[in-house]
């Protein structure tokens, strides 16, 4: 079975511009988040989603935003682009995102910012 | 929030000996704690977890203990590979289903 898969696997923007990034979850989950990792750091929530409804929103700036489609993959979106943007961004599924539940994580988009 | 401490951020071990990667938390309602192996071009692989309902857990070489108490937990390693060699994370989570990371150890096993 394939697990988590993510697109672009990496990716150069410069600043102000917008960047879309997809993932798709194991098959039967029904629940997305969104991470990112800056280098050298853990990685950070940003978002949640589970079927289609965001559940949770980490602490970032109205320039990040998501969505969950009816296939159950999911976009992230980030406008207005920022140096500090440059992360490893990273796609987690789990069954249901309920408490204690393992998410399942993808290798991740190398999103580079100039 | 959930603050997540992890120490050490670097650990080098010989192949064969052990190794203790120590993580503490801020929550007490964080209830589920994972821990998972980061290598480059192979993304985020989870190794174990436990649940605060366990105060201990064991997977052949790896192992995680639980203080709720102090409100710490730790992962194991015995009898390390070369393979061993990656970072690896620890994490909590609670009600939401939201994790909150360490800030990670880059473990290297020297042959």
């Known amino acids: 079975d394939a697990g988590v898969t993510q697109s672009p696997t990496h990716l150069i923007k410069t600043r102000g511009q917008h960047v879309t990034l997809r993932c798709s979850p194991i098959?039967?989950?029904?629940?997305v988040s969104w991470y990112q990792q800056v280098l050298g750091q853990g990685p950070q929530f940003i978002f949640q989603y589970y079927e289609k409804e965001e559940r949770g929103r980490g602490n970032f700036p109205d320039r990040f935003s998501a969505r969950q489609f009816p296939n159950y993959s999911s976009e992230l979106n980030v406008n207005a682009l920022l140096l500090g943007d440059s992360a490893l961004y990273l796609c987690?599924?789990?069954?249901?995102?309920?408490?204690?539940?393992?998410?399942?994580f993808g290798p991740g988009t190398r999103l580079l910012v100039l | 929030g959930e603050n997540v401490e992890q120490h050490p951020s670097t650990l080098s071990v010989q192949e064969g000996d052990s190794a203790v990667i120590k993580c503490t938390y801020s929550d007490s309602a964080s209830n589920y704690f994972p821990w998972y192996k980061q290598e480059l071009g192979k993304g985020s692989q989870l190794i174990i977890d436990i649940r605060s309902n366990v105060g201990e857990k064991k997977d052949q070489r790896i192992a995680v203990t639980l203080n709720k108490t102090a409100k710490h937990f730790s992962l194991h390693i015995t009898e390390t590979q070369p393979e061993d060699s990656a970072v690896y994370f620890c994490?909590?989570?609670?009600?939401?289903?939201?994790?909150?990371f360490g800030t990670g150890t880059s473990l290297t096993v020297i042959p």
């Open positions: 994490a909590a989570s609670k009600a939401g289903n939201q994790f909150y």
């Open positions: 098959s039967g989950h029904k629940s």
């Open positions: 987690a599924s789990s069954s249901s995102g309920s408490s204690g539940e393992t998410q399942y």
